[in-house]
């Protein structure tokens, strides 16, 4: 049974670039045809799509975010990671990452906490 | 972007109430739409997709509908373990994929 875990600084200064990672454990990244996600949830608020990778390194980001935005995949490690540059008290939120096969998100990491703050 | 309105935005029923969801697409979606359970501090939880195909796993009391632009989440005897906010999310279009702003279902 694949399960994901993201792992984080947890607090970042503003105008300083967010970096998280996702490990994939219980089975290989590589294996299915499964993009790989990132969503953000605001405190108290709804969930955000932030963007999604390819083991083949296809990207597909949130035109919101993309300017900012880098999504990317270690197949070795058998990780992915996101990485949001110019950061804001806006990008506070819980960050979740998830599996999806026919785009929509079947698998997801229990969250962590990325709090933007001097 | 397609915008997802869910209504209502709070209920407030029983355990064993019959209780509908609603969820509305701006543009037609076809049946590309997925419902999701969340609790609190918790991740979401996939219960439905393509608007009517219950997950593995996921109680049959459970059910979803609809095409186009309207569709619905039916719990049809809500149990303790129902008591939680539910989203739904279009996939008819990733650019970007987009969540409807949730229905927090509470205890009468």
């Known amino acids: 049974q694949v399960q994901l875990q993201e792992s984080g600084p947890g607090l970042v200064k503003p105008s300083q670039t967010l970096s998280l990672t996702c490990t994939v454990s219980g089975g290989s990244i590589s294996s299915g045809n499964y993009h790989w996600n990132w969503i953000r949830q605001p405190a108290g608020k709804g969930l955000e799509w932030i963007g999604r990778i390819h083991t083949s390194g296809t990207t597909t980001y949130n035109p919101s975010l993309k300017s900012r935005l880098t999504i990317s995949v270690d197949t070795s490690k058998n990780q992915f990671s996101l990485k949001l540059s110019s950061v804001t008290a806006a990008d506070t939120a819980v960050y979740y990452c998830?599996?999806?096969?026919?785009?929509?998100?079947?698998?997801w990491g229990q969250g962590t906490l990325l709090t933007v703050s001097s | 972007d397609i915008q997802m309105t869910q209504s209502p935005s709070t209920l407030s029923a029983s355990v064993g109430d019959r209780v509908t969801i609603t969820c509305r697409a701006s543009?037609?979606?076809?049946?590309?739409l997925a419902w999701y359970q969340q609790k609190p501090g918790k991740a979401p939880k996939l219960l439905i997709y393509k608007a009517s195909s219950l997950e593995s796993g996921v109680p049959s009391r459970f059910s979803g509908s609809g095409s186009g632009t309207e569709f619905t989440l039916t719990i049809s005897s809500l149990q303790p373990d129902d008591f939680a906010t539910y989203y739904c999310q279009q996939y008819y279009s990733f650019s970007p994929f987009t969540f409807g702003g949730g229905t927090k279902v509470e205890i009468k």
């Open positions: 543009q037609s979606i076809s049946t590309w």
């Open positions: 998830a599996r999806d096969y026919a785009w929509y998100f079947d698998c």
